[in-house]
């Protein structure tokens, strides 16, 4: 068997993820988050790029019953957004909830300081270690208040549940 080797930049080091604020725009309901390689909250102004950009990465309208065609799901006009102010790229990661209990993404990044050439991100991530520690804690949100609640969905309850912590 064929071991790989991997070289690392360095080891692990936590990073501070913050709710930033509940974003609405284009009949989206978005919790905002950050994670910055330093300092406690990614740059504002990369939070300002990643709000104009919600009309471009997600899709219209915001909620969406479902037609005939297999793939053409149900959208409800709920997710979250995760501005990643990263050593290497800014990112911007757009998550709705549609289907009943998928997550659709669309990633943005630039070089960090090139924030107008912000586009979709050329590879086919889905997040890394930080960024995923916050789709974890939505899909338990999820669950708790949408899927698994008796008496139906709480959209509000699942809108008003954040995650504060180092990872």
Request: glycine share 8%; proline share 7%; hydrophobic share 40%.
């Amino acid at each position: 068997m064929t071991q790989t080797t991997m070289t690392r930049t360095g080891a692990h080091r936590p990073r501070p993820i913050s709710f930033l604020k509940l974003h609405e725009s284009n009949g989206w309901r978005l919790k905002f988050y950050g994670i910055a390689a330093t300092g406690e909250r990614p740059r504002p102004e990369l939070v300002k790029t990643a709000e104009l950009l919600v009309p471009t990465a997600l899709p219209h309208p915001a909620a969406h019953k479902g037609g005939e065609d297999p793939y053409d799901i149900d959208r409800y006009g709920a997710g979250f957004v995760i501005v990643h102010d990263a050593a290497d790229y800014a990112f911007a990661l757009y998550d709705w909830w549609a289907g009943e209990n998928e997550i659709h993404q669309r990633i943005f990044s630039s070089l960090p300081n090139r924030l107008g050439a912000m586009r979709p991100h050329p590879t086919p991530a889905i997040g890394c270690v930080w960024e995923l520690a916050v789709t974890d804690f939505e899909r338990r949100a999820w669950l708790r208040h949408v899927l698994a609640r008796e008496g139906g969905a709480d959209m509000e309850a699942y809108l008003a549940e954040h995650f504060e912590g180092e990872v």
